[in-house]
């Protein structure tokens, strides 16, 4: 019965998750909620067992203005693209919630991270870079067990990004996660309500022995 219902909560984390942007309240995380979620996002697992991931955590907020302010230039960048029903449709869609969230963790990836041979890279160098992305997954269900809403921004230059929180010049930024206590979580992710785009079934993307074109 234990195992049945730990399982039940797990796949409810899991449906429940979304990529926030405008429920945050702004209120502070405690120390020791935002220590677990941490601590969840390290014990992820990790080719070679190399660990390859860095977390800024970012709080200032003369920090948090200038990505916000780097990351509304590339918004309107894109939106330059966009005509018609598309353009309309992005106009309604909050991209970000990083002066809202009042916390950024940035999340890094460092190749050296484990030595020169990291037992498992050796064939898929980029195992190491996905290792990094199931951190963030592990923060981000934790963070939902918790309460805290996670948003991830994507609209900026790893450049800008690497200079603005002083990663060295082989720390890749991966992730800049606006983490914070929301009023709730959506029931319908916001590009799904927005009509942006509408989550596919499974069916459209299970193959059996081998790949078949659709």
Known sequence: MTAELSSDALYDVINRRRDTRAEFTGEAIAPEVLE??????HAAP????SQPWDFVLVRSPQT????????????????????????????????EGICESGLGIVVGYDPTRGGPQVLGRHVVPDAGLYSVVCAIQNLWLAATVEGLGVGWVSFYHEEFLRDLVGMPPHVRPVAWLCVGRVGELPDVPDLERHGWRRRSSLGTVLHQERYRTR
């Open 36 to 41: 677990r979620i941490l601590l969840a996002a």
């Open 46 to 49: 990790s080719v070679g067992m």
């Open 64 to 95: 948090l203005r200038a990505f916000r302010d780097h990351v509304a230039g590339e918004r309107e960048v894109f939106a330059s693209a966009l005509t018609g029903e598309r353009a309309d449709t992005f106009s309604r869609v909050k991209i």
